[in-house]
């Protein structure tokens, strides 16, 4: 039986140490996502139902235009984000799970303290920025595929259906472990059509009755 592929990694490390520290940097919005936010959003970018213009969800990433210092930066930071999001379409559409930057694990902490809150919440913000398209053709399917990221992101805490769920630690630890798993179910639920029927076989009009005969 062959090995399971390990995650994919969607960016090198020297490539997120590049992006962390510009998200960082005071030319950024305050209300910006940040490293684990912005992986979680173009994660949310990749399985989306519906392509993004890339003006839209920049603006929407950064809040706006950050304080580039060259059109060479201003480049060189959206192509590691276009890159980051296209290397987690390749990866799932290979079937393969996306390696997420953190560990899988809660440790005993409420999911909105963790990265991993961080991750989902950026995750949600994806699906805001087109929420019509995700849930358009089966919004309870969509409801209940976007459910871990929803309880896990913190945001929905106040929402009386998500207390239950909060409230059960085990249960979260359970939805934080298959997180990657949960990636690719969407990618294939949102961008994989279900294969077409097979056309059935033409029979054959019996001797003596096609078109013309006298």
């Known amino acids: 039986m062959a090995d399971t592929p ?16 510009f998200l960082e940097s005071e030319r950024v919005d305050a209300d910006a996502l940040d490293l684990i936010g912005t992986h979680g959003f173009l994660v949310a970018l990749a399985v989306a139902p519906r392509e993004c213009e890339p ?20 480049q060189e930071i959206l192509g590691l984000l276009e890159t980051l999001r296209d290397n987690a ?45 995700w849930f358009e053709d089966n919004e309870e399917d969509a409801a209940t595929l976007l459910l871990p990221f929803m309880a896990l992101s913190g945001l929905f805490d106040d929402e009386p259906d998500m207390a239950e769920l909060a409230g059960d630690p085990e249960q979260l630890e ?41």
């Open 89 to 133: 379409i390749a990866a799932l559409d290979e079937g393969l799970l996306p390696e997420l930057p953190f560990d899988l694990e809660l440790g005993g902490l409420p999911p909105a303290e963790t990265p991993i809150g961080d991750w989902c919440a950026g995750f949600m913000e994806g699906v805001f920025l087109d929420e019509s398209a």
């Open 174 to 214: 359970g939805l934080v472990r298959q997180l990657p798993e949960l990636v690719l179910d969407l990618y294939l639920h949102y961008r994989v059509p279900p294969e077409k029927p097979k056309p059935m076989p033409r029979r054959k009009q019996p001797a003596g009755r096609g078109k013309g005969r006298r």
């Open 6 to 21: 390990p995650p994919q990694p969607l960016l090198d490390d020297d490539a997120l140490e590049r992006l962390d520290e």
């Open 55 to 74: 003006a839209v969800w920049v603006a929407d990433l950064f809040q706006g235009e950050p304080a580039f210092t060259s059109d060479g930066e201003r």
